[in-house]
């Protein structure tokens, strides 16, 4: 199969749900020595933003949701070894987590797998996190950047409380901070003060070894 073939396949198996399917994808990837990060970025994780696109126009409900994303950390799982594999010498440390009062990661996990193969340590606090609970982790590892993802219009605000707090801390100096979701724009990141604005995972790869170069 090629790579264009391929990639399409797995973009269909996020959209349809098909655990079994996506798996086989993943095996073939591995087996014919593809670049894992080429078809979680071009294939799978394309699926994973239409389905999302979808779940905002009301086409596709949070059932179907879920069993996307749970398609989709099956896959990452399934890639994780090859991922690392490719791991480059350490540049960095990342704490990572959906913000409180969403329970979504629809594409968390995806970040989380591009990220660590380009050598940042990253520690994934998952979801419904509160913002004092990221700060607290967030000083005793002593990370360079702090990425929170709101897959909610309302939740979005927790994005600025973080930054708020950090200020009021007088921390905000010590993290790069990182947002990302469906509802987060580069606009909402200018306004709220954060460091960088991921809009899928391979930007959001691309921002973090920028924020680390600085």
């Known amino acids: 199969m090629s790579r264009e073939a391929l990639i399409q396949e797995a973009i269909d198996t996020i959209l349809k749900y098909d655990q079994q399917r996506a798996l086989q994808v993943a095996k073939q990837v591995l087996d014919e020595g593809l670049d894992p990060v080429d078809i979680l970025t071009n294939g799978f994780s394309v699926g994973i933003r239409q389905i999302g696109d979808l779940f905002g126009r009301g086409e596709v409900f949070l059932p179907e949701l879920m069993l996307s994303a749970d398609v989709m950390k099956s896959v990452t799982n399934a890639l994780q070894g090859a991922l690392e594999g490719k791991t480059t010498g350490k540049k960095g440390k990342m704490i990572i987590a959906t913000v409180e009062g969403d329970v979504h990661d629809i594409g968390k996990g995806i970040v989380v797998s591009l990220i660590k193969t380009q050598g940042i340590e990253v520690i994934d606090l998952g979801r419904d996190v509160p913002v004092s609970k990221i700060i607290e982790k967030a000083v005793e590892v002593e990370a360079d950047i702090i990425g929170t993802s709101a897959l909610l219009t309302t939740t979005l605000v ?51 070894l920028a924020l680390l170069e600085r």
């Open 158 to 208: 927790e994005q600025k409380k973080l930054e708020d707090q950090l200020k009021k801390l007088g921390l905000r100096e010590r993290f790069k901070t990182m947002v990302g979701g469906a509802p987060a724009t580069q606009r909402w990141a200018d306004r709220i003060g954060a460091d960088a604005y991921g809009e899928d995972a391979a930007d959001a790869v691309k921002k973090a």
